[in-house]
């Protein structure tokens, strides 16, 4: 079968590759531990189960307007005007299938052939991707450890050509943690607002934050800003709603247009149901959101204490969603592995740990590992891992 040049240019992603090898040994009776997931380990709050039962039993089981709801647009544009301070109309919002697909037709209405996007490492996998398939170019810069994993505006200017049409940014971020601050967020939309450059807000994980830090929007410092700049956000974070697949991006009316055209010829609209639960996600008690919140945070003091005891293991502490993400080079070099991803299948290989190598990443020194899971499942794995480097070093 001869398949299309855009697809076979695909990388697979290394965060599914890695939990399809740990589920390949866990079905041949393995006991292994997976820290490779991208989601919170709590169920969804029971008022929003109860809000989609309700929407289901009152026949809310039909085709949606293509850009979501009226009621739950209402519902971003409250939340956007509460937490943020950040004002909205119904034509600038649209609800689209999780995030993920909110930045897929995005890049897909934005970008012609040729057009730079800056993606500052280490990034999420799909970004690269995503920008590819728009027929983008991703120009990479490298956030760097000593900066928090964070892009300087001068990095920002010396990678800006006549092309360069958005910077991607992801705060707090998956895989780092970092959070950029309004000074920095300042700076890097100073140089976007001199070279007229679009900015991609990736905020999914705008309510995990730690230790006092609060998230802030670059669309928040400024009028002109606030224009340059598309939002993207969703429930599935912040509300452990990672399967209801509702996400949405706001911004500039025309983008936001084009964006709802595109939905209507690919996903019609997201699920009716889902877009009912994700209304009382936002209308509702903010809750179990503080407590999810409160649970991260205590498992990641407590899981950095013994991560970076480990030999051969540095970490900069990340600040916010639920990821940590290590410089392993040492380590590496300590058990006489040549890379990362060679060094990653060992892990799983001899103590069945599945970590996600930091190449997947553009960051082929780290390695991801995920708190979204039981803190006594945490302590076995790093236990484990302890037990990895003291049998292989050289
Ligand atoms: C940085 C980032 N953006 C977007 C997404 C996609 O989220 P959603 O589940 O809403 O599609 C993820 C999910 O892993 C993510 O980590």
Known sequence: MKLAKRVKALTPSSTLAITAKANALKAEGHDVIGLGAGEPDFNTPGHILESAQNAMNEGYTRYTPAGGLQKLKESIIQKLQQNQELSYVPGEVIVTTG???ALYTLFQVLLDEGDEVVVPTPYWVSYPEQVKLAGGTPVHVEGKEENGFKL?????????????KILILNSPSNPTGAIYSSEELKAIGDVCLKHDIMIVSDEIYEKLTYFGERHVSIAQLSTELKEKTIIINGVSKSHAMTGWRIGYAVGNRDVIQAMTNLASHSTSNPTSIAQHAAIAA???????????????????????????KIPGFKCVKPKGAFY???????AIELTGFNTVDEWVEAVLEYEKVALVPGSGFGAPDNVRLSYAT????????LERIKNFMEIHQK
């Open 282 to 308: 936002y209308d509702g008690t903010q809750e179990p959101v503080e407590e999810m919140k409160k649970a991260f945070e205590d498992r990641l003091n407590k899981v950095y204490e013994q991560l970076v």
């Open 99 to 101: 995030a993920k697909h």
């Open 374 to 381: 039981s803190l006594p499942v945490l302590e076995e794995a």
């Open 324 to 330: 940590l993400f290590p410089n392993v080079t040492e």
């Open 152 to 164: 300087t505006p001068e990095q920002l200017q010396d990678v800006i050509s006549d092309k360069t």
